[in-house]
């Protein structure tokens, strides 16, 4: 079974631009998360969907969006992006309906930097 | 507000060694999960161990296991017979309705 993908791995942005990260969540698994991980920060939650439902979002400003399709893949964008957005983001599924109790799948993650 | 502290940020360790990582949480919730995860060089977050804090039994699994504590809100996970391949950032982290993760430990494994 394939794993979590995501796409890009890389990413190179300017200030004041958009971004928008992909994710594919192990096949049958509808719980998609998102998380930010920084040195100084550690992983921070950003947001939960699960059957195109956003079920749970973390503590980041409105230019953090996302969303998920039927077929469970999610997307997140970034808008207008500030130099704090450099940072690795991580895509995770889950079987279950909320990731809270059950084991999560990361992906490999998507490198943004933000020059 | 919920928060996760794993106050060792570096250990290292002697291959076949035992080596201890600790982590403390607050939380006034009864009912929540506990993980480890493990993110090797390579970045893929895998889990190591998940304990459920209404069980009073701590979980284990092979070289694995923690040390529950809930009424210190305390949740160290020991490794036994380190291996190289036990190299990694390691992530505590609490769950109620949504997952809050610790900073980190990483690990060094000393051959």
């Known amino acids: 079974k394939a794993g979590v993908t995501q796409t890009p791995r890389y990413l190179i942005k300017t200030r004041g631009q958009q971004v928008t990260l992909s994710c594919s969540p192990i096949s049958g698994h509808r719980s998609v998360s998102w998380y930010q991980q920084t040195p100084g920060q550690g992983l921070q939650f950003l947001f939960e969907?699960?059957?195109?439902?956003?079920?749970n979002k973390g503590n980041f400003p409105g230019r953090f969006s996302g969303r998920q399709f039927s077929n469970s893949r999610s997307e997140m964008n970034v808008s207008t992006l500030e130099l704090g957005d450099s940072a690795l983001y991580l895509c995770?599924?889950?079987?279950?309906?909320?990731?809270?109790?059950?084991?999560?799948?990361f992906g490999p993650g998507t490198r943004l930097t933000v020059l | 507000a919920q928060t996760v502290t794993q106050s060792q940020p570096e250990m290292s360790v002697q291959e076949a060694e035992t080596v201890t990582l600790s982590c403390t949480y607050d939380t006034s919730e009864s009912d929540y999960y506990l993980f480890w995860y493990k993110q090797p060089p390579s970045r893929q977050m895998i889990l190591v161990i998940r304990q459920e804090a209404y069980k009073q039994q701590n979980a284990t699994e092979n070289r694995f296991s923690v040390n529950f504590q809930k009424a210190a809100k305390s949740f160290s996970l020991k490794i036994s017979d380190s291996q190289l391949g036990d190299a990694a950032m390691y992530f505590c982290a609490y769950s109620y309705d949504k997952i809050i993760f610790g900073k980190g430990t990483r690990l060094h494994i000393l051959p």
């Open positions: 995770a599924s889950s079987l279950a309906v909320s990731s809270s109790y059950n084991e999560q799948f």
């Open positions: 969907y699960f059957s195109e439902t956003q079920r």
